[in-house]
């Protein structure tokens, strides 16, 4: 079976420190980009960061950058989000997702595997 | 970035019904749009990649298509188990961007 498994999410206080990992089992970890989304309380999807299969080429939405890092450990089949500086807009679940396609693209597509989601809470 | 706008935010319909979600991009983004459905408390669920492409697994009702920068998602008769939000994203660039999400209701 084809799984995302997050963890590592929970409650942190503002300019606090959390990382998130996300285990892949099923399929060939190293060949499929990757991206972290995540979803507010009550809103709508957004789409966090991404990395490549080799690990080479990342991008950030422009809300995390210089605080969240990517990254990835192919041989451990794992996906990581360091996230450092966190704010109370940072509250939400954050899902890890895989790229539909095993070829490297170089940007994110279309995800086609999600995990069940990581709540993260930012609040004193 | 592209600004991805949903519509209707909100729709009720029966069991039965067809049901169109429209979705325009702020600029071209060729056929760089995906269509996803999400229920409560369930991650998103990948229905319709590159416009029109029906994902593995998902039943024949669904349907995608574009017209320069309006994209729409077509359920042909609607069914209990489509009753959810559904979003679109594109992916012709960084930053992806979701539409708003439209909600799905029973009437």
């Known amino acids: ?124 | 970035d592209i600004q991805m706008t949903q519509s209707p935010s909100s729709l009720s319909a029966s069991v039965g019904d067809r049901v169109t979600i429209t979705c325009r991009a702020s600029q071209s983004i060729n056929n760089c749009l995906n269509w996803y459905q999400q229920k409560p408390g369930k991650a998103p669920k990948l229905l319709i990649y590159a416009a029109s492409s029906l994902q593995s697994g998902v039943p024949s009702r669904f349907s995608g298509r574009m017209s320069g920068t309006d994209f729409t998602l077509t359920i042909s008769s609607l069914q209990p188990e489509d009753f959810a939000t559904y979003y679109c994203q594109q992916s012709y660039s960084t930053p992806l961007t979701f539409g708003g999400g439209t909600k799905v209701e029973i009437k």
């Open chain 1, 1 to 124: 079976e084809v799984k995302l498994e997050e963890s590592g999410g929970g409650l942190v206080q503002p300019g606090g420190s959390l990382r998130l990992s996300c285990a892949a089992s099923g399929f060939t970890f190293r060949s499929y980009e990757m991206n972290w989304v995540r979803q507010a309380p009550g809103k709508g999807l957004e789409w966090v960061s991404y990395i490549s299969s080799s690990g080479n080429t990342i991008y950030d939405a422009d809300s995390v950058k210089g605080r969240f890092t990517i990254s990835r450990d192919n041989a451990k089949n794992s996906l990581y989000l360091q996230m450092n500086s966190l704010r109370a807009e940072d509250t939400a679940v954050y899902y890890c997702t895989r790229d539909r396609s095993p070829e490297e693209m170089g940007t994110p597509q279309a995800f086609d595997i999600w995990g069940q989601g990581t709540m993260v809470t930012v609040s004193p």
